[in-house]
Structures are given as structure tokens and as C-alpha cells.
């Protein structure tokens, strides 16, 4: 062999550290993957309040009536308008008559998600169903046919009007 391809070669020992970084990272991921119920980027988007809210549960829908909007205006004055306030434009909580929103899009079905799970990351936060631990999922359905009687604004995508 010439001098000059021995030039051109790494000594053999460079190798060995190379192999330990790959092998390393390796059982790095499969361990993130496997065993952890987290993986990183979601430990950052959490620190980063960047999770979105997501309910689960199982329902149905309540109808849109006059009746349920009534309701929903009883509802509101007991649960919602110590924070929000009775003529709904804020206090504690933000307003819910304008057209700004915390925590958007201004839809009826993404606002069920956030009465039913709360706003852990508000300021303040938003404790689910609005505190009352025994408001119903038709409940919350008639304060927000209420609101959306309310606020134009909001999209009425839930059910039609009847």
C-alpha cells in the first residue's frame, strides 16, 4: 500500500466512538418510543401551552330550540356570569360578546370542548365545566345556544336552528 492512501484512511480506533454515538442514539429513541408516555416535542409544546384541548366523550347533541336558549340564559346568570359577567363583557373571565377570542376558532362545537374540559392555562384558569362538577353536557349545549343568541360572532355549527 502507498503512502498516500494510507494518508486518505481514518485509523481504525476513530471508528469505534463513532459506532458508540450511533448505537447510543439509537437505543435513545427506541427507549422514547417504547417505555416513555411522552415523547419530547410533546414535554415542550405542554411547557409551551401549545397542546390543544381535546374532549372526549360520548353524546348527543341537543336540539336548538327557544326553549334551550331560555335555559341556557338561567344557566349562564348561575355558573358563567360570576366570571364572565351578566352582561357577558368580562370580569374575571374575558368577554364573550366581542369578536376576540383567547382561545379560538369561535365555533360552538370548539367551545363545548373547552366548558367540558376547562382552561388550564388561562389567566385565570378555567376550571372544567365551569366549576360546577355536575353541570350536564346538555347544560353547557343550552349557555352556549344562549351565547351564540348572543354573539354573533360565533359559528353555529353544532345543530341547525329550529
Known sequence: MS???KKNQLPGWSIFPAVLVLIFG???GIYYTIFSDET???DYKEKADLLKIEAK???VIPQRTPDAIT???KLYSQVCAACHGQD????????LIDNEWRNPPAKETHLFKLVWNGIPTGNPPMPAKGGRMDLTSEQIWQILYYLSSKNKNIEKDAVPNQ
Open 3 to 5: 503512502n498516500t492512501n
Open 71 to 73: 335555559n341556557g340564559e
Open 57 to 59: 366523550f360520548d353524546m
Open 88 to 95: 357577558m363583557k368580562g370580569g374575571v373571565g374575558p368577554n
Open 40 to 42: 419530547i416535542a410533546t
Open 26 to 28: 439509537i437505543l435513545i
